[in-house]
């Protein structure tokens, strides 16, 4: 296969299953170096889930999707408050047209995902409807800072990103947004301020034609939200796409985003993909050379991003998105902690005694490119795959209820990622950490 080739194919959604489903396979043989894999442990975690399901919403069908809009979802004094709703109710009242509310939330979504890596178990964000923490509190800053247009050029229109304000974003400005001090230390909080910069740059350069730069100029400068444009201009039919072009727009438009220092292919910079030497003995998968087998590309960031999108794609933009399953489940550190505190995965004993070293109360740490987070969000992402099954069969194929659309994205939203965080601090009580801690330079979950 060509250098080319190789490149694309690490940059698909297909290869994120088939590399994940290759280590899987080496697991089910006890052939994983960094964990012991108990297989008959996968249907009490699914039960979990269900019980989750069914205490929260019911059935599945009420169960909404897996996206950033969950954050903006809030129970305040015993009502339910949805403030991305709240904000489209009243632009549509001013005014406002549909595709511009769309495009306004697509603004906020896109900066609020790349600046959604964990902040830590000390950091929490003061606002006048609570304090705070992790992604919730991650996502209300945005808001705030969005609002009162912090990533905006123009004055006239504060609810909006574009590229002219985040290319000229300080660390300052969004280190003062999310109320950073040294008693309230962030993770990675400068280079989240760098990714918003080489958003800016990404949407006037490389992508350019995916966000409205190619002709962008000062009273209309690029913005995420233009991706509308683009994919309406591309549709197979009046307002229908693929999820393949939607994922076109964000791994290919937002390529640049990522750090340099990244795994490079061919001199290609990949984004979250990674070496696994789990992988490094096969000889028959589909991608060349030895060096680009090792490789397991996850594009988590890319894959919230799009989760994130589609639903403002669909219920704002009104869009038909067909093939949706591509998408995997986020190999992040809720999901995967809950396989390791429920015992489906154990970290062994030399990989926990060397994560020690660097960790804190009793919780092993390690890097991103670690070879133990490698391996363990490649399971990760089929272990959500089985879970997904086993609860679509309890759910819907023994009770009669339909299959919702999206559904795995409905497993995330109200099964596993729930249930690692309540795992979690039923566990850790003093930190809610996860059982394994992945040391975050704020472009990384």
Not at 54 to 72: F, M, N
Not at 137 to 161: D, H, T
Not at 375 to 398: F, S, Y
Request: with cysteine; hydrophobic share 40%.
């Amino acid at each position: 296969m060509a250098a080319t080739n190789n490149v694309k194919y690490l940059k698909s959604l297909q290869a994120v299953r088939e590399r994940s489903q290759a280590i899987y396979e080496r697991a089910t043989k006890g052939e994983l170096q960094h964990f012991d894999f108990d297989q008959s442990k996968i249907e009490s975690v699914a039960d979990y889930v269900v019980s989750l399901v069914e205490r929260d919403y019911g059935t599945i069908d009420k169960v909404p999707t897996h996206g950033r809009w969950r954050s903006y979802c809030l129970a305040i004094d015993g009502s339910k408050r949805d403030l991305v709703s709240e904000h489209v109710a009243k632009w549509k009242a001013s005014g406002v047209s549909d595709w511009e509310c769309a495009q306004r939330v697509i603004d906020l979504f896109v900066v609020s995902v790349l600046i959604d890596a964990g902040a830590g178990s000390k950091w929490r964000y003061t606002d006048s409807l609570g304090v705070f923490e992790r992604t919730e509190g991650l996502g209300i800053a945005a808001l705030r800072m969005f609002e009162n247009g912090v990533f905006s050029s123009s004055p006239n229109y504060p609810f909006q990103a574009d590229a002219l304000a985040l290319m000229a974003l300080t660390d300052e400005t969004l280190l003062q947004g999310f109320q950073v001090s040294e008693e309230n230390p962030l993770l990675g909080g400068e280079n989240r301020a760098e990714l918003l910069r080489s958003l800016g740059r990404a949407m006037s350069g490389d992508g350019a034609a995916y966000f409205g730069g190619e002709c962008a100029c000062a009273s209309r400068p690029a913005r995420p939200g233009f991706m509308l444009d683009y994919l309406a201009k591309n549709a197979v039919e009046p307002k229908t796409v693929s999820i393949d072009s939607v994922w076109q727009v964000i791994v290919d438009g937002l390529a640049s985003v990522w750090p340099a220092s990244r795994t490079q292919l061919d001199g290609v910079s990949l984004g979250d993909v990674w070496p696994c030497s789990t992988l490094a003995v096969l000889q028959d998968d589909a991608s060349g050379d030895v060096s680009a087998k090792q490789l397991v590309p996850f594009h988590k960031l890319s894959q919230w991003l799009t989760w994130s999108v589609l639903e403002v794609i669909v219920k704002l933009g009104g869009f038909n998105v067909t093939g949706i399953e591509r998408l995997t489940g986020l190999p992040e550190y809720r999901n995967g902690g809950l396989f390791v505190d429920m015992g489906v995965l154990t970290l062994k004993d030399a990989d926990c005694q060397r994560g020690l070293v660097k960790g804190s109360g009793g919780v092993p740490h390690f890097d991103g490119f670690d070879p133990v987070i490698v391996e363990w969000r490649a399971m990760t992402v089929v272990l959500l795959d089985k879970v997904a099954e086993i609860v679509r069969q309890k759910c819907c194929d023994a009770t009669g209820c339909p299959v919702p659309d999206m559904f795995l994205s409905r497993v995330l939203e109200a099964g596993t990622w729930k249930a690692g965080r309540e795992m979690a601090a039923r566990l850790r009580p003093d930190t809610k950490d996860p059982p394994i801690n992945i040391i975050s330079d704020g472009t990384l979950f």
